[in-house]
């Protein structure tokens, strides 16, 4: 990786299964914006000791074409830095970047809105490098209910169409922000894993957005993971610190066991940006949700991923457990679904 092993300030032990790890982000978000020269911004990740990341590229208030022209400028970015970034379409990708020292990057839809109910876009996305697709964000739409509205909305006909299409296409097919009801039907309906790509449990706060132990548990039996989000007001009141990152992660393996369990921090770049949209969107992110109880919104850095590693020693975990937490059991799923 392109920083020195005790760059971060950690033990010696720590930085060395750090640096040799693969460590693995499963959701991130750049400004949607088709601006090519910010991905200059994923070098936050590499100076983390981060190998892979999947970046959102727009979610369910995002136009198909704005979606697309964003898709589009951060592929041809990504494409013109081969020097310092690889565009993963499998998970062979992604070891071969962890060789060459570089990040391996992939693309998300936080939504199917982008899709405009039409199924054939969505091997359009696939070619462009979306490897993961959630379902519905915080809503309900054409595909299927969210976790801000009402909890019995599941997958609707041409939400089941979609799946059986991810599975066919080898997108990971993902539950965050969808509906209790949505998330069991993406369970029973998906021929392939299905993750929590960027969730924290409910047995850490209550709170909408976050998801129960039943839920966990059925994910893990599909033999997906559920990749622990790094938002403040998801892991306690407003709280981003790495403490209460790894209270997170700790439950959630009390949960469903340490091969069940990774990161997706959803750490936000442009943060003023994010408050701003907060404040005028309050259909999509709800007063009763919290979301407007607490400004400026906190988040995790990936910067604080070695700090993660370090404490995860010091509770106890052995080295199979911190090496599938930080990034290979995201790996495993990748190379059962992407291939």
Known sequence: MSA?????????????????????????????????????????????????????????????????????????????????????????????????????????????????????????????????????????NRAGGGCHDDPEVGLTAFGRELVVEMNRLGILVDATHCSPRTTYDLFELSSQPVVFTHSVAKGVKEHDRNITDDQMRACAATGGVVGVNGVGIFLGENDASTEALVRAVDYAVGVVGPEHVGLGLDYVFDQDELNAYLEEHRDTFPAGGGYGDYFPHRFVSPLQMPELTEALIGLGYDEAALRGILGGNFLRVAEQVWG
Do not use: M
Not at 28 to 53: F, H, T, W
Not at 56 to 72: C, E, M, Q, R, W
Not at 85 to 99: C, G, H, I, P, Q
């Open 4 to 140: 020195p092993a005790n760059a971060w300030g950690i033990d010696e032990a720590a930085a060395v299964l750090h640096t040799d790890a693969i460590v693995w982000d499963q959701h991130g978000c750049l400004p949607l914006r088709p601006d090519e020269d910010s991905v200059d911004q994923l070098e936050l990740y590499r100076s983390a000791g981060v190998d892979a990341v999947s970046i959102n590229i727009g979610f369910d208030v995002t136009s198909p074409l704005d979606t697309f022209k964003v898709t589009a400028a951060f592929r041809r970015g990504i494409l013109a830095r081969p020097e310092r970034f690889l565009l993963a379409s499998t998970a062979a990708d992604v070891r071969e970047a962890k060789r060459s020292g570089r990040l391996a990057v992939t693309f998300d839809l936080e939504g199917t809105e982008p899709l405009d109910g039409e199924l054939a876009l969505l091997s359009a996305y696939h070619a462009l490098g979306v490897r993961t697709v959630l379902i519905a964000y915080n809503q309900a």
